[in-house]
């Protein structure tokens, strides 16, 4: 989390209260709704991503690192 917080996007504490808040209700939905397997890092890789495009795009930062 201090990687993604400080190098992808810099979080503030609303920011990845955000970010943190959508990462479990969909590791919830997916887990217990769906019954199907999820990567915990993925999903809060994916919602900080978010929560940095919604600032704009070219706030995240080494996408293409993050993505490979």
């Not at 943190?20 to 887990?31: F, G, H, K, M, P």
């Not at 769906?34 to 999903?43: D, F, G, Q, Y």
Request: net charge positive; aromatic share 8%; hydrophobic share 50%.
């Amino acid at each position: 989390m201090r990687t993604l917080g400080r190098r992808v996007f810099p979080l503030d504490p609303p920011h990845g209260f955000v970010a943190e808040s959508v990462a479990s209700s969909v590791l919830y939905v997916t887990a217990f709704a769906v019954k199907a397997p999820i990567s915990t890092t993925h999903v809060i890789t994916a919602a900080i991503m978010g929560v940095g495009a919604t600032r704009r795009l070219s706030a995240v930062y080494l996408v293409a690192d993050a993505l490979t």
